[in-house]
Structures are given as structure tokens and as C-alpha cells.
């Protein structure tokens, strides 16, 4: 399952350093105003929730992630926020006190890849499949109907290596597996290797992808995706 221990102390520099578009992001998610209750899944060290929180004045904003050491410097980054609240949790246990009306995952749990026009696929940090029919099915417990899923939209990965901001040099490793592909994480220091992270993520094509959702609720909205960061889901039951 994708654990994020050990890149955690790394993680800001390696994405601050172009890796995520921070702004960008939020202006995409207040393109979905109005909402008074925003969950993140996967929220990682809270770097979208702080840009949010920053920018607009939501009634309250909670964050999950499964790996506590990424949640211990969200905690940090966003303690002047008194309306966010995070929780160390899997998606595929959820437990919340209420309902959100939009929730978004950005490269947390769900995401889709769109390369050029072909059709996108949703990649799951969570390889094993009845988890994530457990993740959608606890998710939909917290989304009123009517209410927005956004997933965020990403470019195709593949092997590269670049320095980062800090003079340190990030690389990733694609291999390809049964039903989606294995990620390789590093990151080194004038030739010494500072960190290793492996995950295996799931994937699904297009129409499987929407009958998984679809399942728990989910209704694709078709949209052109040119422009967007996010593939919008409505639950409507
Ligand atoms: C690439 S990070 C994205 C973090 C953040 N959204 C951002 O944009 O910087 C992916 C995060 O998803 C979390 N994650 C992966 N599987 C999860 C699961 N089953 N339940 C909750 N969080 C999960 C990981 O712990 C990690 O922090």
C-alpha cells in the first residue's frame, strides 16, 4: 500500500521543485466554489491544504493520509489554521463525523494519467482491487449527494533523473507489472543515495475505471480535460 515513510523528509524539496504546481492546483479547486467542507485524500504534508487555506476561507477543510511522518509536518505547516483538521487513515478504513461537499485527491490516493488523446486511466496507490472497492464504498459514506469528486490529472511517468533545488538529484523508475506498474523513488546527494521508495500502484482503463466509481455513486461529468488539473466525479446517489 503506498506508504511514504521514507521519501517524507525529502518530500517538499523534491516537489517544490516543479514537481506539483502548488498555485495552480488551488486555482482549479476554486473553479468548484461554492463548498463549505473540503476533504483531501491523501494530502500527504498538507502542501495544497496550506495554498488553499491561505487563499480562501472554507468553513473547515480536513486532510487523510496514511503515513503519519508526512502527516507530522502538515500538522507543523498548517497549526495557524484552526479550521483544518488532519487524520492519519487509509481511505479503504475511512472514518469521518461528517459529510464533505467536495473532496479531491492530487496524486494522493487516485489519480488519472491523460497522454495526448488517448483515453485517461485512473492509476491506485492501492494495488490490491477489493481495497479499493472498500476505499470508494467508505469515501461515498462522506459525500452528500450533489456533492464534487475531483481526481487530479497527471502526464505520463516515465524513468528520468534532475537535479533538484537544493543541488540534490531526484530520479524516478518505471517498471511495468501485472494490472499497473511499479515506481522507483530516489533521491541522491553527489552520488550518494539519501533515499529509496517503491510503490506498486493499480491501474484501470477508462470504462473501468468509471464502473468502479460509478458503483459507489460516482458520476463522470464529461468536460474537455484540456486545461484541467482535475476529472470530475458527481455523486449522485
Ligand atoms: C504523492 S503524495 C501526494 C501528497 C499531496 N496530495 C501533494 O499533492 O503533495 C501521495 C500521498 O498519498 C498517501 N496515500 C497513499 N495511499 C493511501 C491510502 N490508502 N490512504 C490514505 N492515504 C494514502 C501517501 O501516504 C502520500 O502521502
Not at 187 to 202: C, E, F, I, P, S
Not at 217 to 229: C, R
Request: overall charge negative.
Amino acid at each position: 500500500m503506498g506508504d511514504y515513510t521514507n521519501m517524507s523528509a525529502y518530500y517538499d524539496v523534491i516537489m517544490t521543485s516543479g514537481y506539483y504546481d502548488y498555485k495552480s492546483i488551488v486555482d482549479n479547486l476554486l473553479e468548484h466554489e461554492p463548498y463549505n467542507h473540503v476533504l483531501e485524500i491523501g494530502c500527504g504534508t498538507g502542501l495544497i491544504l496550506e495554498e488553499l487555506a491561505k487563499r480562501k476561507h472554507v468553513q473547515s477543510i480536513m486532510g487523510i493520509d496514511l503515513t503519519q511522518s508526512m502527516l507530522t509536518i502538515a500538522n507543523a505547516r498548517l497549526k495557524d489554521f484552526p479550521n483544518v483538521t488532519l487524520s492519519n487513515q487509509n481511505i479503504t478504513q475511512l472514518k469521518l463525523e461528517k459529510q464533505y461537499d467536495l473532496v479531491f485527491s492530487y496524486g494522493g490516493v487516485w489519480y488519472f494519467v491523460v497522454d495526448g488523446d488517448n483515453e485517461p486511466f485512473l492509476v491506485s496507490h492501492i494495488s490490491d482491487p477489493a481495497a479499493n472497492e472498500q476505499g470508494f464504498e467508505h469515501l461515498s459514506k462522506y459525500m452528500s449527494v450533489g456533492s464534487t469528486l475531483l481526481l487530479g490529472i497527471q502526464g505520463p511517468h516515465f524513468d528520468y533523473e534532475k537535479a533538484i533545488s537544493n543541488g540534490m538529484t531526484y530520479s524516478q523508475k518505471i517498471d511495468p507489472c501485472e494490472d499497473g506498474f511499479i515506481k522507483h523513488y530516489y533521491l541522491a546527494d553527489k552520488g550518494h543515495n539519501l533515499m529509496a521508495q517503491t510503490v506498486q500502484y493499480r491501474t484501470y482503463d477508462f470504462n473501468k475505471a468509471r464502473g468502479l466509481l460509478g458503483r459507489y455513486g460516482f458520476e463522470y461529468q464529461l468536460e474537455s480535460h484540456k486545461n484541467k488539473l482535475f476529472v470530475r466525479f458527481k455523486k449522485i446517489s
